[in-house]
T-cell receptor, first 115, second 116 residues
Framework: DTGVSQNPRHKITKRGQNVTFRCDPI?????LYWYRQTLGQGPEFLTY????????KSRLLSDRFSAERPKGSFSTLEIQRTEQGDSAMYLC?????????????FGPGTRLTVL | AQSVTQLGSHVSVSEGALVLLRCNYS??????LFWYVQYPNQGLQLLLK??????LVKGINGFEAEFKKSETSFHLTKPSAHMSDAAEYFC??????????????FGRGTQLTVWP
């Protein structure tokens, strides 16, 4: 069990560019979550996968955001036409559904800065 | 709807003193409650969780929390603070709603400072 990993750890981009983040969950965890955390705030839910199916999306996830988990393992989060307001820490978490009392384990996050 | 309120965005204690971080929740159904800790530039680490078993929950690093339904609270305590406890602490709630189980609702966090 190597924990949840995220890449890159830091990303600096210019406004209008596209960025993609990757999350590798703990092996055999069937649930994967994305959250966004801005300065001084708690994490806010973005979206959630059960295996490869995306089951819930927050209204925070605008049309510029897309997430995939093609084989039910790793996941990617893409932001198109980035805006300065997208600057935040993007956190990934994974869990294993066991009697519906799963616990989420978080990765170190990807810090995005949009100039 | 679910929500969490953490009273006090900053708490300062002396090393060896009692730590008390407050969390109140709102939930229309029985909640699951969590405390996470975040060190600078790192992800969140689970301290402890309440999942409808014992109301007094013990976690890592000497922390514990008590679920009080009548007060809708889940305050985090530690009898004696250590310098290494300095970090940001988040209270979170989730509910059992079938396929959407597990989505966490976080409070805004409490920054704990420990003075020598």
């Amino acid at each position: 069990d190597t924990g949840v990993s995220q890449n890159p750890r830091h990303k600096i981009t210019k406004r209008g560019q596209n960025v993609t983040f990757r999350c590798d969950p703990i092996s055999e965890h069937n649930r994967l979550y994305w959250y966004r955390q801005t300065l001084g705030q708690g994490p806010e839910f973005l979206t959630y996968f059960q295996n490869e199916a995306q089951l819930e999306k927050s209204r925070l996830l605008s049309d510029r955001f897309s997430a995939e988990r093609p084989k039910g393992s790793f996941s990617t989060l893409e932001i198109q036409r980035t805006e300065q307001g997208d600057s935040a820490m993007y956190l990934c978490a994974s869990s294993f559904d066991q009697r519906q009392r799963d616990t989420q384990y978080f990765g170190p996050g990807t810090r995005l800065t949009v100039l | 709807a679910q929500s969490v309120t953490q009273l006090g965005s900053h708490v300062s204690v002396s090393e060896g003193a009692l730590v008390l971080l407050r969390c109140n929740y709102s939930s229309s159904v029985p909640p699951y409650l969590f405390w996470y800790v975040q060190y600078p530039n790192q992800g969140l680490q689970l301290l402890l969780k309440y999942t409808s078993a014992a109301t007094l929950v013990k976690g890592i690093n000497g922390f514990e929390a008590e679920f009080k339904k009548s007060e809708t609270s889940f305050h985090l305590t530690k009898p004696s603070a250590h310098m290494s406890d300095a970090a940001e602490y988040f209270c979170a709630v989730s509910v059992n709603r079938g396929s959407t189980l597990g989505r966490l609702y976080f409070g805004r966090g409490t920054q704990l400072t420990v003075w020598p």
